[in-house]
């Protein structure tokens, strides 16, 4: 990874200043797979151009990293969550039930999901939300009926596309991209095939049908990926018909061995994103501990440091990576800088 070298005016972003003794030393973030490469990019930078060690950036997923976050407040528990989706409120209550009561949300910006194929395999280049439910739910409309999914090739319901067996590589339950993709493609599905409206129909009420809509078949056409979007690349590689889930940003950066399939018309890219046409993309966020704000060193700095406008504004490495800057930036830099928790907003 390259390292970013910053102007005076970035490095004064903070004061770099030794603060209160800690027994940690370093900032300890973990958390989404999809924010992982921007918060390695900051911290690397931030070790480069401050007086604190550079913090320690694990993933494992938007869940398990606010799992981890809201264990407690303490040296032992971590200071930076970072997350692909918005904070459950399940997720702030069992911060509050460890004393996990005051939370900076931090929101550096946009990403779109995308739908990639190998770039030599079939030809997936255009996709709609109804393609994808008919090809991954585990109950589908056929004559007007729900029915147990029979289809086993993409052209069994859709002439268009190629007539290749259904194989797709999801994020697994534990990530934000699953909730993203779950909302924005599956449910989106469900209700424009009809299936949503049969399956209340057919007795059920609007939130069973609601879960329903979002369950994905188990017969191994659709795998879910517990690991990051490289363990989702390798099993595209090893599969030359598959289709796999990733940020537009790690596609993006793997453009000789993927492509990539318009949704709904509209092809992902930064300004689409950015515009809010393409239909699947989501803001990204980390979470701040503010108990550890003065104890931890560092922590605010990198806070402030990760959004800066030299660093996550149009110009910065965040966006060469393929991250979309967030327009409202500068709110969100006022806000980390005044300490703004989550309770004080609401």
Known sequence: ????????????????????????????????????????????????????????????????????????????????????????????????????????????GYDGIVFASQLTGPAYAEFTQSDIFNALAPKVMVDGKLVD???????????????????AFIPGTKHGTREVFEEKVIAVGCEETGAMEAMIAGGMDEDAAEDACLQVRSDGRSVDIDGDYTETLASIDANSNAIGVFGLAFY????????????????????????????????????????????????????????????AGPDGPLAEYGLVSDPELADTQNAVADEQTMSAEM
């Open 1 to 108: 990874m390259s390292s970013v070298k910053l102007t005076a005016s970035a490095l004064a972003i903070a004061a770099v200043s030794a603060t209160a003794a800690a027994a940690r030393d370093q900032v300890q973030v973990a958390g989404s797979s999809t924010v992982l490469p921007y918060a390695s990019i900051v911290a690397e930078a931030f070790g480069e151009n401050f007086d604190f060690p550079t913090p320690v950036v694990e993933s494992g997923g938007s869940s398990a990293g606010l799992k981890r976050f809201c264990q407690g407040v303490g040296e032992e528990h971590t200071d930076i969550a970072n997350a692909s989706r918005k904070i459950r409120e399940k997720e702030i209550q069992a911060c509050a039930e460890n004393g996990v009561t005051d939370i900076v949300e931090v929101r550096i």
């Open 252 to 311: 993006e950066n793997n453009t000789d061995v993927l492509k990539v399939a318009t949704m709904a018309g509209v092809e992902p890219t930064t300004e689409s994103i950015a515009s809010g046409e393409y239909p699947v993309s989501r803001p990204l966020f980390f979470y701040v501990k503010k108990a550890h704000i003065g104890v931890i060193p560092g922590l605010k700095e990198f806070a402030e440091f990760f959004v800066a406008d030299e660093i």
């Open 149 to 167: 999914n029979p289809y086993t090739k993409w052209s069994d319901f859709n002439a268009d596309l190629p007539d290749d067996e259904i194989l």
